[in-house]
């Protein structure tokens, strides 16, 4: 599969990249992208989620009435959960929501991805720019000019390039990203992909490692 070049006008430089069809061609793995997209988002997840229990609750610890003869059920504690304020029963409590899969899996997962937006034709080659300074606006008009202004975008770079990212880290519909930290699910929840020209020798070294 070629792809053309464009720059950062939307137009062709009339260079062509061919990609690696075992990366951006091969037969999608659902089940390895929903494996791959379950564990990003569940190592998202803080897990610090905290109620007290009845030995965590301040309050005094005398005996609330006697054993015998209210005509009501014994209780020996202010802390007890049945009472206003007392401590939670079975509450949450602090917990680790990491998941494992293995690198082959997740491999796998990210070629199938990348392999979906292919054929979808729902990937750009960009030819490598740099800004001198981040601005938004200027950022945006690239973004026009690939007619992406209305579409959640992922721009793949080749290296960091902190201007272009600081230059996109106030718009909500694109995200930039290095080639390093391509994700099944950054693939998978972007509309259209843009990848650097000098990004996809990369993707396709570190896809196609056994």
Do not use: C
């Amino acid at each position: 599969m070629e792809l053309a070049v464009l720059n950062n006008k939307g137009k062709e430089t009339g260079r062509k990249v061919k990609l690696n069809p075992s990366v951006f061609g091969i037969d999608p793995n659902d089940h390895a992208i929903y494996l791959d997209v379950k564990q990003h988002l569940a190592n998202k997840r803080h897990g610090n989620h905290k109620s007290k229990e009845r030995a965590e609750i301040v309050g005094s610890t005398r005996k609330i009435k006697k054993q015998k003869g209210t005509g009501t059920a014994r209780a020996g504690s202010i802390k007890n959960p049945i009472f206003r304020g007392g401590g939670r029963i079975f509450g949450p409590s602090p917990r680790d929501y990491d998941q494992k899969v293995n690198k082959k899996v997740k491999r796998l997962a990210r070629r199938s991805a990348l392999s979906i937006k292919a054929k979808e034709n729902s990937i750009l080659i960009l030819e490598d720019f740099k800004m001198d300074a981040p601005k938004t606006s200027a950022y945006i008009k690239i973004l026009q000019a690939l007619d992406l202004s209305d579409k959640k975008s992922l721009l793949v770079l080749g290296e960091p390039n902190n201007n272009v990212y600081l230059s996109s880290r106030n718009l909500g519909y694109s995200k930039v990203i290095t080639n390093s930290e391509l994700n099944t699910y950054n693939i998978s929840n972007a509309t259209s992909l843009v990848i650097f020209e000098s990004a996809i020798s990369e993707i396709e070294s570190i896809l196609n490692e056994f």
